[in-house]
């Protein structure tokens, strides 16, 4: 077997970027993440305030959240209710604890109420 020059240069970039990876994953992880819903102005208003940070939107609903939630040391919110005890059960699963959680004065569609809330880990 013959090993040219461009198939070492290749392989030495795989190996490089493998390595890279769980380290920029981790990184990922450790960024607080942000929640919200794009089809609720006020959650979307509350998101554009959390500069910097990782952010997910539950309009493209659940099944991609939680495969890009990952394990998040910090998690914060304004979601519905619904939606925040769906999460927070899945957070606890991932050893996070609940750190704040109000009921807000923005009602939505005159009957329900958003939820603030961050969990953390222990």
Same mark, same amino acid.
Not at 4 to 10: D, E, I, T, W
Not at 16 to 20: D, F
Not at 32 to 38: C, G, K, R, Y
Not at 85 to 89: E, I, Q
């Given at each position: 077997?013959?090993v ?7 392989g030495?970039?795989?190996a ?5 990876m769980p380290?920029v994953?981790?990184?990922m992880q450790?960024r607080?993440? #942000?929640?919200?819903?794009?089809r609720?102005?006020?959650s #979307?208003a509350f998101?554009a305030?959390q500069t910097?940070l ?7 609903g659940?099944e ?10 910090r #998690?914060t919110?304004?979601?519905?209710w619904?939606d925040w ?5 899945a957070l ?5 604890r609940?750190a704040?959680? #109000?009921r807000?004065n ?6 329900d109420h958003?939820f603030r809330?961050?969990m953390t880990?222990?």
């Open positions: 077997m013959q040219s020059r461009r198939a070492l240069l290749k030495g970039a795989l490089t970027s493998a390595i890279a380290a994953a981790a990184e450790a607080p993440l #942000v929640i919200f819903d794009s609720i102005p006020e #979307v998101s305030t910097g990782r952010t997910l939107d539950l309009a493209h659940t991609a959240i939680w495969r890009a939630l990952g394990a998040p040391t #998690v919110g304004l979601t519905r619904s005890t769906a999460l927070r059960g606890e699963e991932q050893g996070l609940a704040q959680e #109000v807000t923005a009602p939505i569609s005159g009957r958003l809330w961050t880990s222990r």
